[in-house]
């Protein structure tokens, strides 16, 4: 079975610069929905989100560059200075992320929210190159042949024994999104961290880690308005308190992983093909070998995984 992902590549610009990207195809948020809801259809550009109820995460710009078919979808809101432009190309994103990665600067945002929230970087955040170079480099490990090996058979199995009788039990009304959700994320427990996140057994009302992710995604740029490192580290409620409480979850599971396989010196049934396993022995190899480069902490495996999750979605 091929499962089909769809890559989204985030990029911020200055917003002096926004003027150098208007040649590109595609559509121009420049209000939130809550404020073009109050404007004329008529003067809307096509694929403006203007229905008040809905918010910019990535699950509704999804469906609207799906709706307009194209694979860019800009958000300016030139009014706070914050800029976005969305991409929806494999080929572009395999640039930014590899070739051309020092052209494409990051904003420290994303890496000071995954320093607050996971105390250390990742791939995704790092805006020095030559640690992102390392990062990438161990991250790499995760993509070799046998694990993409598992990948497969991992997906049979999730299908056969978990999904095939979810879907028999209720078959008179499903969504299928959230089937495939779970599926993605069972998949990628067992690949990417040897772990099952049994999605397709949660009970009526419990949070998935589909769902948190989602928490993660839709919340975490509220984290720009929180001027103070003291409220963002402290502030335990509302979408603050959220994405804490995601971090903190997703981070005991990984710590205790690294821990069970790190007492166990990764041998016998710990000596698996998942990507966290790869990372922990190829920390362990670099540093029995006192090569001192290409060591990741505990907290940038963790950040990493949880990159590695949110990939998924």
Not at 285 to 313: C, M, P, W, Y
């Amino acid at each position: 079975m091929i499962l089909n992902t769809l890559v989204l590549c985030f990029v911020y610009v200055p917003a002096g610069c926004l003027l150098f990207y208007e040649h590109l195809p595609g559509i121009t948020q420049f209000l939130p929905p809550q404020l073009s809801s109050r404007l004329p259809k008529w003067i809307l550009p096509a694929g403006i989100i203007s229905d008040p109820y809905e918010t910019l995460s990535p699950e509704t710009i999804i469906k609207t560059i799906k709706t307009v078919k194209c694979d860019y979808y800009k958000v300016i809101f030139g009014i706070i200075n914050l800029p976005l432009i969305i991409v929806d190309s494999p080929e572009f994103s395999k640039e930014v992320a590899t070739k051309s990665a020092k052209l494409y600067k990051k904003t420290f945002f994303s890496k000071r929210t995954f320093l607050e929230f996971f105390y250390g970087t990742n791939v995704f955040a790092e805006e020095d190159h030559q640690v992102w170079s390392q990062h990438r480099q161990l991250i790499d490990q995760s993509f070799v042949p046998s694990n993409l090996k598992l990948v497969a058979k991992v997906t049979d199995q999730v299908i056969e024994k978990d999904m095939i009788p979810a879907i028999e039990s209720k078959l008179e009304k499903r969504d299928v999104m959230v089937d495939f959700a779970n599926l993605t994320m069972d998949v990628i427990g067992h690949a990417a961290f040897g772990y099952a996140l049994d999605s397709f057994h949660s009970k009526p009302g419990e949070e998935t880690m589909d769902k948190k992710t989602s928490i993660f995604l839709e919340k975490a740029d509220f984290l720009r308005i929180i001027p103070s490192k003291f409220l963002r580290m402290n502030l335990r409620i509302g979408p603050v308190g959220e994405i804490h409480r995601v971090c903190d979850s997703f981070s005991e599971v990984i710590k205790k992983i690294i821990e069970k396989r790190e007492k166990t010196g990764l041998t016998g049934e710990e000596s698996a093909d998942d990507a966290l396993s790869l990372l922990l022995k190829e920390r362990r190899n670099n540093r029995e070998n006192s090569t001192g480069g290409g060591i990741l902490t505990d907290e940038e495996l963790i950040s990493n995984a949880f990159v590695l999750l949110v990939a998924g979605k």
